[in-house]
């Protein structure tokens, strides 16, 4: 069965910073590309950072480049997300997405409000 669970959402405040974590079960992680996206009230979900399935290749959002990274970790099963010098945009539920030419699986989200 797979599992994708999302953690380290937060409300944070203007500059702040936050770790989401994406732990994963049930296939096999090293073979999917894995991604964050993110949802805002009202508006589509889109695609945050992606990252390849051994790591080298790093794919950001305009929006996100110099202010996020993307890792992983094919020994856990994990993908992580760090996020700096967040703004009230950057507010969303973020989504990790595991991904191959045939299989795409999201999960439930973590919810990120930056405010003051």
């Known amino acids: 069965q797979v599992r994708i669970v999302e953690t380290g959402g937060d409300l944070v405040q203007p500059g702040g910073s936050l770790r989401l974590s994406c732990v994963t079960s049930?296939?096999?992680?090293?073979?999917?590309?894995m991604g964050w996206y993110r949802q805002a009230p009202g508006k589509a979900r889109e695609s945050v950072a992606i990252?390849?399935?051994?790591?080298?290749?790093?794919n950001y959002a305009e929006s996100a480049k110099g202010r996020f990274t993307i890792s992983r970790d094919n020994a856990k099963n994990t993908v992580y997300l760090e996020m700096k010098s967040l703004n009230p945009e950057d507010t969303a539920v973020y989504y990790c997405?595991?991904?191959?030419?045939?299989?795409?699986?999201w999960g439930q989200g973590t919810q990120v409000t930056v405010s003051s």
């Open positions: 997405n595991a991904r191959t030419s045939r299989y795409d699986y």
């Open positions: 049930g296939f096999t992680f090293s073979s999917y590309a």
């Open positions: 990252i390849s399935s051994v790591g080298g290749l790093r």
